[in-house]
């Protein structure tokens, strides 16, 4: 099996095992960021103000803008909600996943950017783990940035037959 | 057969084609199977918990007012801080307050506090007498009762600045006053004011002394003119919905209550400015302490007097009738428990030694023998560690303020008791976890808000800065004068009625005796006597 190799892109080639990795992590990160959507469109509570309002560092008074203005607010929470589901529904199943990765890293490095672990930034809301520069949002926007080079929806996921009828 | 055999390899192609394009798409379907189990699990969770507890979900109508059909003249008496909160919630603002909040909303959008004094009611009435003993404070007044920048339609003309307040109750086209003055003024100007045919808004504490609040309560029943006492709690929604699920018996017998007071700054113990323009010219000193027991000749101490008179009993009660009758208020607002049979109080100047002779940390002991409840409350002003208040029954707690992070607007968590017998076969299935809250109310909670002192926080949190009405923010200061003015329309009691009044009133002269004196007050309703 390992022997099989496979063509991601013109230049790229990789063995099962290889690909099967990053389809994986593909489908990980799309459960994650659909799962974040949704719980957002099924809770009527939700808002994005309380993240904003609590951001620091270069963001934080666009942050503070958003929140301070009803129109932008609301649609701050649309972008959220649905911009989190569709990407997510995307990287799961391999449809337009090259175009869903750029747009979950633009996501999640926004995340981290509104609130970045740096020294002396503190939060009202204790973090889950311990970080420093670091976290995972920094490290899944990365892993969606490496999943945008290297494409694998054309070869498993519903990009296949779409990427074979545009051949067609 | 060599057709045959190149189609072969071509369908099998296209099955492994379709099965790989296809092959994330059972992880989609784990995915519903699982949001579709959380989403009946939340339900459930929500239907075993909710229906029992809240069974009308809806916020409060906004009360259409009877604000169009009697146009209505007010006077002030007391144009301080307080004062003119009051007087901006009928409607009027000086110039120097519209200007600067709306610079502040300019520059942080998140201060709400020139956009919802803009969106008030007009309350159709007009303020035309100001009387105030400090000419600075009177010339506000009188700013004010000017000023276009207001809700609904624009001013009439100037008030008229009275120096004494009997020459503005004299004033036949005055229907009713507000009564913002330190609180040993209050019953005298409360009993004159209705014995001259006007309404009266007063500010609590009521009274002072146990005697003056007979003397107001005999008074104001005679005379059958509206009181108002300014407990703005009674128009936070948040203290209805209490109400309503505490009525529901949902937190079983209630045999201990804890109302706490936190505060942890000069200018929440009182030690306010003194202001530059303070002297013997633009004071009357004099008239100021008239009523007092002890009298001072003018001077520095005079002036620390003047403007921070809370600190002294001569003039209030400091923390009973400042921030006690606001807790005991909400509270009676919620279980209606009236005035205890017995109370008993202690506590000491342990942080302010700055020559004040009311104590900054106090404790009240209330006991209602007659409900099998006790009401506790305790306060510093050197300690900003918010305790909340609790209301403690057998099957549940309902916790107010405090670390219950409810939000900033006088929210409540209700969790239920490890060992409430209402709640135990659900305690045992898992439903219901004691660790959590079973209801949590958190008004305004998509709505944010720049409360950014301290003390502005403290009040916050207590639901005395704001309310929601049909999710809108409003000022509950401005629902109480709009309530006050629709009974004196309507020839209905207020809220805060004379009756509710009494019952501060006694309670805190109670709690206040006890401190003086020692020892334990009891309350003789037969013959309204304190023994």
């Not at chain 2, 029992?52 to 009877?66: C, F, H, M, R, T």
């Not at chain 2, 006492?229 to 209490?242: C, I, M, P, S, T």
């Not at chain 2, 207020?494 to 334990?520: H, W």
Request: net charge neutral; glycine share 8%.
């Amino acid at each position: 099996m390992a022997g099989q190799t496979h063509k991601l892109t013109s230049s790229i080639i990789v063995n099962n095992p290889q690909l099967y990795g990053l389809v994986t992590l593909r489908v990980l990160i799309g459960w994650h960021i659909l799962y974040e959507g949704v719980s957002k469109l099924i809770n009527p509570y939700w808002s994005s103000a309380a993240y904003l309002l609590d951001s620091k560092w270069i963001f934080s008074d666009l942050a503070k803008t958003i929140v301070s203005n009803p129109t932008l607010l609301t649609i701050s929470d649309y972008v959220n909600m649905w911009g989190l589901t569709l990407v997510g529904l995307c990287l799961l199943l391999g449809v337009f996943s090259r175009q869903a990765a750029l747009a979950g890293m633009v996501f999640i490095l926004l995340y981290y950017l509104f609130a970045p672990p740096f020294l002396g930034l503190e939060y009202s809301k204790p973090g889950e783990g311990s970080y420093i520069i670091v976290n995972k949002n920094l490290i899944e926007a990365c892993a969606l940035f490496v999943l945008y080079y290297f494409p694998t929806s054309h070869l498993i996921g519903l990009d296949r037959i779409l990427s074979k009828s545009e051949t067609n | 057969m060599s057709e045959n055999s190149n189609q072969t390899p071509s369908a099998d192609q296209n099955r492994r084609n379709f099965l790989k394009a296809l092959a994330t798409v059972p992880v989609l379907g784990l995915f519903l199977v699982n949001l579709w189990q959380k989403l009946r699990r939340d339900e459930l969770k929500r239907k075993n918990i909710l229906t029992d507890l809240i069974q009308e979900k809806k916020a409060p109508a906004v009360i259409s007012g009877l604000s169009d059909s009697k146009h209505l003249n007010l006077g002030v008496i007391g144009y301080g801080g307080r004062g003119s909160h009051l007087v901006r919630g009928a409607g009027f603002a000086t110039k120097g307050w519209t200007d600067d909040a709306y610079m502040r909303t300019k520059k942080n959008n998140l201060d709400k506090a020139f956009p919802t004094f803009m969106s008030q009611e007009d309350l159709n009435c007009s303020l035309v007498g100001v009387c105030d003993l400090f000419d600075v404070n009177a010339e506000l007044g009188l700013d004010a009762s000017q000023n276009d920048v207001r809700p609904g339609r624009k001013s009439n003309s100037s008030a008229t600045r009275y120096r004494h307040y009997s020459d503005l109750l004299a004033q036949d086209d005055i229907d009713g006053v507000i009564i913002a003055t330190p609180d040993h003024w209050h019953s005298r100007i409360t009993i004159d004011a209705a014995k001259a045919g006007k309404h009266v808004y007063c500010e609590k504490g009521l009274t002072r002394t146990f005697q003056e609040a007979l003397d107001v309560y005999d008074t104001i029943k005679e005379t059958g003119m509206i009181l108002q006492l300014g407990h703005q709690n009674r128009q936070v929604e948040a203290n209805d919905k209490a109400k309503r699920i505490i009525d529901q018996g949902l937190l079983g017998p209630i045999n201990l209550v804890e109302l706490t007071t936190n505060r942890n700054s000069p200018w929440g113990a009182w030690v306010w400015n003194i202001h530059k323009d303070g002297n013997n010219k633009t004071i009357d000193w004099d008239l100021f302490q008239e009523p007092s027991p002890n009298k001072i000749p003018f001077g520095e101490e005079a002036l620390k007097r003047f403007f921070r008179w809370r600190c002294w009993y001569d003039y209030g009660t400091g923390l009973s009738g400042d921030l006690f009758s606001h807790d005991y208020d909400a509270l009676n607002q919620i279980l209606g428990m009236g005035i205890p049979k017995y109370a008993s109080s202690s506590g000491g100047i342990y942080y302010y030694k700055d020559g004040r002779d009311v104590p900054d940390v106090w404790h009240v002991t209330l006991e209602y023998p007659d409900r099998d409840m006790t009401v506790l409350y305790s306060a510093t002003l050197s300690s900003n560690n918010s305790r909340g208040n609790r209301i403690m029954g057998h099957d549940a707690t309902m916790m107010m303020g405090g670390q219950s992070n409810v939000g900033s607007v006088g929210g409540f968590i209700v969790t239920a008791d490890s060992e409430s017998t209402q709640y135990r076969e659900r305690l045992k299935n898992g439903v219901i976890n004691s660790k959590y809250p079973i209801f949590s109310y958190s008004p305004g909670s998509k709505q944010i808000d720049g409360v950014t002192s301290a003390t502005s926080q403290y009040f916050a949190n207590k639901g005395l800065l704001y309310t929601y009405r049909e999710g809108k923010r409003v000022d509950p200061t401005h629902l109480h004068i709009k309530d006050w003015l629709d009974a004196i329309r309507s020839g209905t009691q207020p809220k805060c009625n004379i009756d509710i009044a009494f019952q501060e009133a006694v309670t805190c002269a109670m709690a206040t005796e006890s401190y003086l004196t020692g020892r334990r007050v009891e309350w003789d309703p037969v013959k309204r006597r304190l023994i």
